[in-house]
């Protein structure tokens, strides 16, 4: 095992045989282990067999002084695993504090992969999964809630939040509210666990199944991005316009026609023939 590398090593997020053979590998070699909870982490060793380390409490209320107190060990030589109770490290944790630090003082950092809830919920979803964005938990705080909320009105992308159960439904109407009932959502909790389960459904549906079903297990939510709007004939005449200045713009430096038509065309997305109307109308 290396000297003065931090490891950020997934844990599983229910089910134990997700641990992987490498994650097993660095927890049994490195010199000590940050953990959020160490009687967390001490019963995962022991359910898997590892071997007992020594063990610095690192969490969201102690992170800026167990973090210089897990460098200076660093620092010195030794090697440490960085874990949260569950998933992975430094997403939406106090572990990103650490491995900033470790970067400013050119500690290596090696990710070990494993569970990410994020990920796995997103990928059972069914919704777009192309371009996505975490927010992860929104805030207690009404004011900060809905600015959040807010600058999400247009976010075309799928959006990824994580819910505690007796906050769900108070956040499901919020989004409801924000993005309207109709935008679809994807609800998984308990992955990994003996009662998992996805539930796929609208925001308007999540908000009357939930309240007549009381929300059990820690949950992602899965919401689908804005719908693209239908483009007006106006924005396609400016669309064309554009697209035809830089047809002529392309004619000054020397291409033909055609070729500037074609080229600009696979740049913009604007049709070839459209186009091609749209320029010779302006020729008159």
Known sequence: MSDSVLYLVATP????????????????????????DTRVTQKLLTACGLPRKPMISYYEHNRRARGEEVLAKLLAGESCALV??????AVSDPGEDLVA?????DVPVIPIPGCCAAVCALA???????????EGFLSVNKKARRAHL??????KRTMI?????????????DLAEAFGGARRISLSRELTKLHEETLRMTLAEAVAYFDQTPP?????????GAPDEPETEQDEQARLAAAAAAVRRRMEEGQTQKDAVKAVSAETGVKKNALYRFVLDEQG
């Open 150 to 155: 807010d600058a999400l009105q247009n976010e």
């Open 216 to 224: 059990r297990g820690e949950f992602v939510l899965i919401v689908e």
């Open 84 to 89: 949260t109770d569950a998933g992975t490290p």
């Open 101 to 105: 630090l470790c970067a400013e003082h």
């Open 124 to 134: 059972a979803s069914g919704l777009p999964t192309g371009r996505w964005c975490f």
């Open 13 to 36: 997020i229910g089910n134990l045989g997700d641990l992987s053979p490498r994650a097993r590998e660095v927890l049994s070699a490195v010199d000590f282990i940050a953990a959020e």
């Open 161 to 173: 939040f994580y819910e505690a159960p007796h906050k769900l439904c108070a956040t499901l109407r």
